[in-house]
């Protein structure tokens, strides 16, 4: 079937849907009860288990390029504002660093897509992407799939994106001017999607949205992105029901060759109960549909510093930090990064006399690194423990949460400070080894300290 439907045969397509998802939400709603509990598998893109993996890098170069790539992510976050901006500049070329695997379409194509939490949809990279031929991960051709739709104009799924109805009566999904060389544009679609858990049970889901790519300039070419935001095309969204509106992860060392684990249902990783959970409150930038949590300030020790800002010296502005999976390391403003790193280089011992640089002064590595300060390392280091402070969640980091071995010799601060016009951003690296979960009935994010690698 071609993918250029008119208009009139896609009103039968829709009715079709319209009475198969009554009963198949009449089956979500027996699962719920019996506490649906869906567990799939993480890859990180650089693990030997990636197709991506390039096993003639090294270690350092390819956290080089990892936080390469995250920093070109952070020149295009958008900053805090009152628009919806967000809902269009949703999608980043190159962005992701955890691979999760689903199948699209009838018969099937595997791919493999990066989680994300900054975006709002599921795009996937077909066939007619003129920038992914060649590429070790598949392609969707939508012309060989029995179930592929374009939306129309007229769907809820166009009306909710303000996305471009073209002149043959079909939806496109296109990014704000400011972003256009960054966003990849698609056809919104609906097809059969199926994704896998982490014991290899099959979990389809019929008639899916998602945004069909047409052209994307990304370092790797072909992979999707599954968008956790609360969009309307977003994977979360897609599962809400079902959920109960939860979903958790828990994401592995970066060194780590176990897989990372992403959860959805009322079984999740993490228990009300559980005394070792802290939990903040979301933010209120809902319009986005990102995660926006208040950070109040950050200790180095015992010694806390609390952010202030000048139009309210008191307190800080509600949800002031988005939560990213995508951004590698957590950025600070300016002024308070550099207190903050001035603190942590006088929390570091000096160096023992036989060490080869006798200084426990910081340095700066190379660019490509974006990272200051770094210290020499050599393994009696004691490094300060650094807590986070969120409203109501106090979070203490691991020395690994806090610090990057970029090199046999080299350790340096996992953090940097945002340029103007950026958003301040809780990355990924902070996030290991932590089960995050969120319960967006409550409008909360938690927190829990475990080896995401035993999960």
């Not at 350092?60 to 936080?67: D, G, M, P, S």
């Not at 828990?250 to 990783?269: E, H, R, T, V, W």
């Not at 990355?427 to 995401?452: A, E, P």
Request: a negative charge; hydrophobic letters at 35%; one cysteine or more.
């Amino acid at each position: 079937m071609e993918p250029n439907v008119a208009y009139h045969n896609f009103i039968s397509f829709t009715s079709l849907i319209i009475i198969l998802s009554t009963v198949f939400l009449s089956s979500f709603a027996i699962i719920q009860a019996d506490k649906f509990s869906f567990t799939a598998e993480l890859i990180h893109i650089d693990s030997p288990n990636s197709p991506f993996f390039n096993a003639s890098e090294t270690t350092t170069h390819r956290l080089a390029k990892a936080l390469q790539r995250s920093a070109n992510r952070v020149a295009r976050l958008n900053p805090l504002s009152n628009s919806d901006e967000g809902v269009h500049a949703s999608i980043f070329s190159g962005d992701g660093n955890y691979l999760m695997k689903l199948l699209i379409g009838t018969p099937p194509t595997e791919i493999h897509a990066a989680i994300d939490t900054g975006s709002n949809v599921i795009w996937i990279p077909c066939i007619n992407c003129k920038d992914c031929f060649n590429q070790s991960s598949s392609i969707f051709n939508p012309l060989a799939s029995s179930t592929y739709q374009d939306a129309p104009c007229d769907s809820y799924q166009c009306e909710t994106t303000s996305s471009s109805c073209q002149s043959d009566n079909v939806c496109l999904y296109s990014c704000d001017e400011k972003h256009q060389l960054n966003c990849p544009n698609g056809r919104i679609a609906v097809d059969t999607m199926t994704l896998t858990s982490s014991d290899g049970r099959p979990f389809p889901l019929p008639y899916s949205d998602f945004v069909c790519g047409n052209s994307i300039y990304k370092t790797f070419a072909g992979v999707g992105v599954i968008g956790l935001g609360r969009g309307a095309l977003s994977l979360t969204s897609k599962l809400y029901h079902l959920s109960d509106g939860k979903f958790s992860y828990c994401l592995a060392d970066y060194y780590s060759k176990q897989p990372s684990k992403i959860n959805f249902g009322l079984q999740s990783f993490i228990s009300d109960d559980d005394l070792e959970v802290v939990s903040t409150t979301l933010g209120h930038h809902r319009h986005s549909g990102k995660y926006y949590v208040t950070l109040e300030g950050i200790s180095v020790g015992e010694k806390r510093q609390d952010l202030y800002y000048v139009d309210d010296p008191f307190a800080p502005p509600v949800g002031n930090m988005l939560i990213d999976s995508g951004t590698m390391f957590t950025l600070l403003p300016k002024d308070f990064y550099d207190y903050l790193w001035s603190t942590v280089s006088y929390a570091i011992p000096e160096n023992p006399q036989n060490h080869p640089h006798n200084s426990r002064f910081p340095f700066s590595m190379d660019n490509t690194l974006k990272l200051s300060p770094c210290f020499w390392y050599y393994p009696e280091l004691k490094f300060p423990k650094i807590t986070i402070h969120f409203t109501d969640a106090d979070v203490e980091l691991s020395d690994d949460n806090s610090f990057i071995r970029v090199a046999e010799d080299v350790v340096c601060f996992a953090f940097a400070a945002t340029q103007p016009g950026q958003s301040t951003v809780y990355g990924s690296w902070q996030q290991m080894n932590f089960i995050l979960g969120y319960d967006l009935k409550r409008g909360t994010v938690s927190f829990k300290r475990t080896d995401c690698s035993k999960l």
